[in-house]
């Protein structure tokens, strides 16, 4: 396997999705038809159902442990169709959310123990990790107004604030874990300024081919 594996994480309306696609913009101006940008859930035509279901369709009746394993099975379908082809073939993949979005936000936000959902995130991903994780890390009062301005709050962006604190505490604990894989940014800024650091980010890694030839 010899692409890269690039994710954004963050709270709620932590900005990833801009700076995710701003980010692929910039990448192909080196790798025109290489860059591959998708999110979890719902990166599939089976993940979009299992989004749907998530984020729209449940109530807040559903178990945690339905919900992590419907995480987990969005994330299997994934890995398989579309990640690891596209990493075989050395394209960049840039994902919205990955594994460490299950240890926040179903672990360290609902309180599930980590250790099961770890051995759920090895049977989703046999073993894939990312090679780089970028933490977009936002106040979540900041990043839950962003996205009520935006509309109608989905299922899990109307939880209680102290679960998206229990979510940006999760997120830290795993930036402290692994620090080589994790790196934090500071979200609270224009949006230019963070992806100029982003793009300074991926230039240190030296993954970057030498600019295509314009013609
Ligand atoms: N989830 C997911 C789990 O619980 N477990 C899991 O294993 C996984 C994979 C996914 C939900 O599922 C949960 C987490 C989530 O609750 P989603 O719709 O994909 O749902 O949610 P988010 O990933 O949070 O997507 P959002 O669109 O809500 O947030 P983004 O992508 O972080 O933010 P973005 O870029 O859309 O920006 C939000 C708003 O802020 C503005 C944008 O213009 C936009 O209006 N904005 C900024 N404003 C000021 N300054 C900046 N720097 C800004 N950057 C963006």
């Known amino acids: ?8 994480e963050g709270v709620e309306g932590a900005g990833k999705t801009t700076q995710i696609q701003q980010t692929a913009e910039w990448l192909q101006s080196w790798c025109q038809e290489r860059v591959i940008v998708t999110r979890e859930p719902g990166g599939t035509e089976l993940g979009r159902q299992i989004r749907q279901l998530l984020l729209d369709d449940l109530d807040s009746l559903v178990s945690h442990r339905t919900e992590l394993l419907l995480y987990g099975a969005d994330r299997a379908q994934h890995v398989e169709s579309l990640i690891r082809p596209h990493l075989d073939r050395g394209d960049f993949v840039l994902c919205d ?4 979005s299950t240890i ?7 309180g599930f123990d980590l250790a099961e959902i770890d051995r759920v995130n090895q049977i989703a991903t046999g073993g894939l990790q990312s090679d780089l994780t ?3 890390d936002l106040d979540v ?6 996205v009520l301005v935006r509309g ?3 299922r899990m962006e109307r939880a209680a604030i102290d679960f998206h604190q229990r979510v940006r505490r999760g997120y830290q604990e795993l930036a ?4 080589n894989r994790i790196v934090k940014i500071d979200a609270d800024r224009d949006p230019v300024v963070i992806q100029t650091e982003i793009q300074s980010i991926l230039l240190e890694t030296k993954w970057l081919p030498a600019k295509e030839s314009p013609n």
């Open 176 to 179: 402290n874990i692994y620090p």
């Open 104 to 110: 926040a936000y179903q672990g360290y936000g609902r």
């Open 134 to 136: 970028l933490w977009l």
């Open 97 to 100: 959310r990955f594994t460490d």
């Open 152 to 154: 109608k709050p989905d």
């Open 141 to 146: 009062s900041v990043g839950l107004e962003r």
């Open 1 to 8: 396997m010899s692409g890269k594996f690039i994710v954004f």
